[in-house]
């Protein structure tokens, strides 16, 4: 199974909203990780986790949260948006580094479609 | 840093015949090289990885990608194209050996491939 979740498929939020997406995986993978996506536009690395633990913060604004809260799950908290954040936000998982594991392909899910009005 | 190019942002290729899509990267180490599809509102698909070993891999739906050390490049290439190969494509690449390794991939800008039947 190379299966990752996210829910929702698509999100309309107002700029004063606090909303979540959450990501989950079942194939024992302790890194996972957050991208944005604008349309047209390679994915751009936000968050990772590894172990559970914030290994990687790509100077991402704080109204953007992320948590691990174990190692199948991953949510995206949200505050305050901006229109410019509408994009398609991915999850991915893999093997972390450094454990003796050589495949270090991310499994990605389908995506949360966000739009801010 | 590392980086990903891909010269062509679309490519057209009538149905049947072979495709080629280009990819030059650069890393400081040896790399870790993927190929991604994604088809529309959908998240990215792994088609093919490079870690070690042959420089020619194979991968998903007949698509394959040769691993040229000394050019530094990882073009995708497929003998006969189908209709449904139409997708978006992105290279990546991860540095095995840097602090982070695998968890931090760059992408390319992606190419648009159609497949004209």
């Known amino acids: 199974d190379t299966e990752v979740t996210q829910t929702p498929k698509h999100l309309v939020m107002g700029m004063t909203n606090k909303k979540s997406l959450k990501c989950e995986q079942h194939?024992?993978?302790?890194?996972m990780y957050w991208y944005k996506q604008k349309a047209k536009k390679p994915p751009e690395l936000m968050f990772v986790y590894s172990y559970e633990k914030l290994s990687i913060n790509e100077s991402v604004p704080s109204r953007f949260s992320p948590e691990c809260p174990n190692s199948s799950l991953l949510n995206l908290h949200l505050h305050a948006l901006q229109p410019e954040d509408s994009a398609l936000y991915l999850c991915a998982s893999s093997h972390p580094q450094g454990r003796g594991i050589s495949t270090d392909t991310q499994y990605f899910g389908p995506g949360t479609r966000l739009t801010v009005l | 840093a590392q980086s990903v190019a891909q010269p062509e942002d679309q490519v057209n290729v009538a149905e049947g015949n072979p495709l080629t899509v280009k990819c030059t990267y650069s890393?400081?180490?040896?790399?870790?090289l993927f190929w991604y599809v994604q088809y529309p509102n959908r998240g990215l698909q792994v088609l093919l990885k490079?870690?070690?070993?042959?420089?020619l891999v194979k991968g998903s739906y007949g698509f394959e990608a040769e691993f040229n050390k000394s050019q530094t490049s990882f073009h995708l290439k497929k003998p006969s194209a189908l209709v449904s190969d139409s997708a978006l494509y992105f290279c990546?690449?991860?540095?095995?050996?840097?602090?982070?390794?695998?968890?931090?991939?760059?992408f390319g800008t992606g190419t648009r491939l159609t497949i004209i039947p």
């Open positions: 490079y870690i070690t070993g042959d420089n």
């Open positions: 890393v400081s180490g040896n790399p870790y």
């Open positions: 194939m024992g993978h302790r890194a």
């Open positions: 990546a690449v991860s540095s095995r050996g840097s602090n982070f390794g695998n968890e931090k991939l760059t």
